[in-house]
Structures are given as C-alpha cells and as structure tokens.
C-alpha cells in the first residue's frame, strides 16, 4: 500500500533535482516577476518532462501577468526575443541554450468549428490547467525567488504519470471537440513516452475521428512526424489504425491490412510493414531518421493494389515497388511534405526490391554501379532498408539474404575503392564533348553525357583516348543513321 506514495515521493525529488539544474535561470526570472508582483509557473510539458527525467532545453511557462508586461519584463533580461504568438498571449524569448515561452493564463472558448480558439485570458491557474489536453501536462510547478517551489496538481496528473495513462482534464468528447488534433497528440505521446491511452480516450477518438478533417495538413504531418519519430512508433501506429485516424490521414497503412504476402509468411503485408521498421529503427546510427522510418513503414504500400493469384495457389505483386513510390508521391504531397523528402521517401520504396534480384552475387560490375548511382546519397538508407526487409522466420533464408547482402556491400566497397563511385561521371566533361564533336551548346551535348555516363556505368573508368574514340564512333553512327 506504501509503494504509490514512495513512487511519487522519489519522482517529485527527482523532477526537483532536475530543476535544480536550472536555479541559474528559474531564480532570477522568478524574481523578476515576484517583484513586478506577478505569479510564474513552469507547466505543461515542461513539468511532465521533469517528472519524467527527460527534461529538454525548451521551458514553458504561465503567469497572471498580460503580454505586454510579460515583454516588458524580458526586455533587458532575455538575450533574445519575439512575439510573435502574443495574440495568443505568448512571449518567446532566448537565454543562453534556453527557449522559453511565457503565456498569460487562459480560460478560452472554442467554436468546434475550426480548432483555433477564442482567446481569453484567465485569472487563476486552475483555470489555466483545466483547459489542457492531458493531465499529464496540466501540472505546475510555482517560481519564485527561490526557484522552483511549489508542485501544483489540481487535476492528479502526476498519478496518470506513475500509471503511463494519458487522459483528459475533462471528459474526451469535449476535449476533442475543442481540438481535433488533441487525438493525434494523444497517440503521439504513446509513441514518444510509451504510455497506454484511458479506455475512454481511445473509445472517444474512435468514435470522433473524422473530425481530424478540421484540422490542416501541415499540423497533421507535423504530429504524424512526431509519432514516428518516438521511441514506441509501432504501438501508435497500431492505435491510428485501430481508432479509424489513419484511414482519415494515412489510409495507405490501414489498406494494407489482411493483404496476405506472396511467402505467406504474415498474417498480412500491414504486419510485416511494422516488423520492418522496428528493425530499420535498431539499424539506425544517432537520431531517429524520418526517411528512413516512413521508407520502412511505406515500402509495401504498393501491394494490395498489384496483388494477383496465380495458378496454384500462389500471390504475386508484380511492379508494387513502381506502384508504391507512386502512391508515397501522392501521399506525401497531399500531407505537404518537402520535396526533397518526399523524393527521398519515394526513391528508397523505388529501389527496396532491387536487391533481389542479386541472387547469390550474379551482378556484373555494371549492375552494381548502377545501383550505387541510382540509390546516390540514399545508399546507407537503402542498405539498412534493405536488410530490415529481411523477415522470414526461415533461419537458413534469413541468413542467406543477409549473406549475400553483405557480398554486395563488400563489392561495392572494393569498386567505390577503386573508382571513387559516388561520383560516377562521364570521362569527358561537356566541353571536352563540344570540343571533340564541333558542336555548339545545345540538346546534342547532353545527349553525349549521358552516352558517355552510359558507358561509364558499363565499363568502369576509360582513359581519356578510350572516351574519344568511343565518343567518335557513336557520332559516326548517329551521323550514318541520319543520312540513312
């Protein structure tokens, strides 16, 4: 019966330990704003991150004092400052490594119309943290003089905390209602904290989730970033699919439910999707990679739509590779993505099943060169992928798809020794070709290059007399062709 009390007791001494770190920032701004006569909280994700023991770098808080004394009182403070968001009451300022934010307390309405809120600012903190998302981010603690203070916890977030629960201050329906998007957060923060949502959390966002429609796609992407980004991705994303988000924002994923691959080795193409990226993500070096991580969870989205019988009872999914980097094309850009991300995204599914057909080493050198210069700066991404794509429960295969991997990793290791292959190019530049053939700057030029970076590929490295002499009999026999 003792152990929930001593649980709390130790993680709120060690969330006052880890904000004792920060005594050199909370003492002085606590008492800038105790002598203007004003209350100061840290709140919000900035104490369930103490609480936690993941305390970043970006520190949020609340006071009852309005925008402009609150940019007053930074002016001569902060070593940097803006405000941008102070018609919602914010005040961004830059201390040191710190970012903070300091929002006058609120107490806003909704339309449930849109998920931008009436602003109206509040009097008291209670009012503050219960017009929150999640109890887990409705905690406060008071700055003072003396730095962190007082815990505040009207609204017992600190048990959701030692339970890993994320609910709702109010009920679920009327906090969604307000903000659509709090649904997506919800499930952001099961992949970032590996919390488990409230029952009655996840029955309201599958009864509410179409109402994700209100919401823009740039915020979508973002919190959609965020999840797969997290440490627990598989876990939120099994939630978008189970609570219907995904078929609002990501229907591609739910779509490749009960699509039975061609070695009948999963229940499904949807499974073997998130096996793969749990096993991109153990591949991975330093940070989560974004490319990486959608490359993997994506790479099979072309399946279900090039799935066919074939007699004898066997599935085949012909060109779902050229199929798929289509539909992430498609996806990508409807959710804003950059462009560069979204080529990138889209070149590794292109390129994922390219491997298979080295078979037990049978590329030529040409075949491998083109495979370095078609992945290009993508080629660490494609390895790893290529090996999380590995998921037969067949030792003997397993083992020998990754065999017969690292064979062509060595290959390429001893080719880009020998010939520098990240930077394949054509032996003569465009004015070595222009020179050569007599020729003005135009289409006939490139055209040219790229049979000389043709050739490159096939050959390897000529010396500069082997590129003339190949580049004159390919002029001689276009020039033939012509007057033929």
């Known amino acids: 019966m003792t152990e929930l009390p001593d649980r709390r007791t130790r993680l709120l001494a060690a969330a006052a330990v880890e904000l004792q770190g920060l005594a050199d920032v909370l003492v002085p701004l606590g008492t800038l704003f105790a002598d203007a006569g004003h209350e100061l909280y840290l709140v919000g994700g900035s104490v369930r991150d103490?609480?936690?023991?993941?305390?970043?770098?970006?520190?949020?808080?609340?006071?009852?004092?309005?925008?402009?004394?609150?940019?007053?009182?930074?002016?001569?403070?902060?070593d940097a400052r803006w405000d941008t968001g102070i018609a919602f009451g914010t005040i961004s300022v830059r201390k040191g490594d710190l970012i903070i934010e300091i929002t006058t307390f609120r107490a806003d309405a909704y339309d449930r119309v849109s998920r931008n809120p009436q602003v109206r600012f509040g009097d008291s903190l209670d009012d503050d943290l219960v017009r929150r998302d999640f109890t887990i981010n409705a905690m406060a603690v008071r700055v003072g003089r003396d730095g962190a203070q007082d815990f505040c916890d009207p609204l017992d977030g600190l048990?959701?905390?030692?339970?890993?629960v994320i609910d709702t201050p109010a009920t679920p329906e009327e906090s969604f209602a307000d903000d659509p998007l709090r649904?997506?957060?919800?499930?952001?923060?099961?992949?970032?904290?590996?919390?488990?949502?409230?029952?009655?959390?996840?029955?309201a966002i599958t009864a509410m989730a179409e109402q994700i429609d209100r919401i823009t796609v740039e915020r979508i992407r973002v919190e959609l970033d965020k999840t797969i980004a997290g440490e627990h991705p598989l876990e939120a994303i099994d939630l978008l699919v189970e609570t219907g988000l995904a078929e609002r924002v990501l229907p591609e994923i739910p779509g490749m439910r009960l699509t039975i691959d061609e070695h009948h080795q999963h229940k499904d193409v949807y499974q073997h999707s998130l096996t793969v990226l749990r096993q991109a993500i153990d591949l991975e070096e330093g940070d989560p990679d974004l490319v990486l991580r959608w490359a993997a969870l994506l790479h099979d989205i072309g399946k279900p739509a090039t799935r066919r019988h074939e007699s004898g009872g066997g599935v085949s999914f012909h060109h779902h590779e050229v199929v798929g980097a289509k539909m992430v094309r498609k996806r990508m850009r409807a959710l804003k993505y950059p462009k560069a991300v979204v080529d990138d995204v889209a070149q590794l599914v292109f390129l994922h099943l390219r491997f298979h057909g080295y078979?037990?080493?049978?590329?030529?050198?040409?075949?491998?060169?083109?495979?370095?210069?078609?992945?290009?700066?993508?080629?660490?991404?494609?390895?790893?992928?290529?090996?999380?794509?590995?998921?037969?429960?067949?030792?003997?295969?397993?083992?020998?798809?990754?065999?017969?991997?690292?064979?062509?990793?060595?290959?390429?290791?001893?080719?880009?020794?020998?010939?520098?292959?990240?930077?394949?190019?054509?032996?003569?530049?465009?004015?070595?070709?222009?020179?050569?053939?007599?020729?003005?700057?135009?289409?006939?030029?490139?055209?040219?290059?790229?049979?000389?970076?043709?050739?490159?590929?096939?050959?390897?490295?000529?010396?500069?007399?082997?590129?003339?002499?190949?580049?004159?009999?390919?002029w001689a026999e276009r020039r033939a062709a012509a007057d033929g």
């Not at 970043?56 to 001569?76: C, K, N, Y």
């Not at 048990?159 to 890993?164: D, E, F, K, N």
């Not at 930077?423 to 070709?433: H, T």
């Open 50 to 78: 103490a609480v936690l023991g993941r305390l970043s770098g970006d520190l949020d808080f609340t006071t009852d004092a309005r925008p402009e004394q609150v940019d007053e009182l930074l002016r001569d403070w902060a």
């Open 159 to 164: 048990s959701a905390a030692l339970a890993g």
């Open 359 to 474: 078979g037990d080493g049978t590329w030529t050198d040409s075949a491998v060169r083109r495979y370095v210069t078609d992945a290009g700066d993508l080629l660490d991404r494609l390895h790893k992928l290529v090996r999380a794509d590995c998921t037969t429960r067949n030792k003997r295969r397993a083992r020998r798809l990754q065999e017969n991997y690292d064979h062509l990793e060595q290959r390429i290791a001893d080719l880009a020794a020998a010939e520098d292959l990240q930077r394949v190019r054509p032996d003569l530049d465009g004015n070595a070709i222009m020179e050569l053939l007599d020729l003005p700057p135009g289409p006939l030029v490139g055209q040219a290059w790229r049979y000389l970076k043709e050739l490159r590929l096939d050959r390897g490295p000529l010396s500069r007399d082997e590129a003339e002499e190949a580049l004159r009999q390919w």
């Open 183 to 203: 649904m997506l957060r919800a499930i952001r923060f099961v992949s970032q904290l590996g919390f488990r949502l409230a029952p009655r959390v996840q029955e």
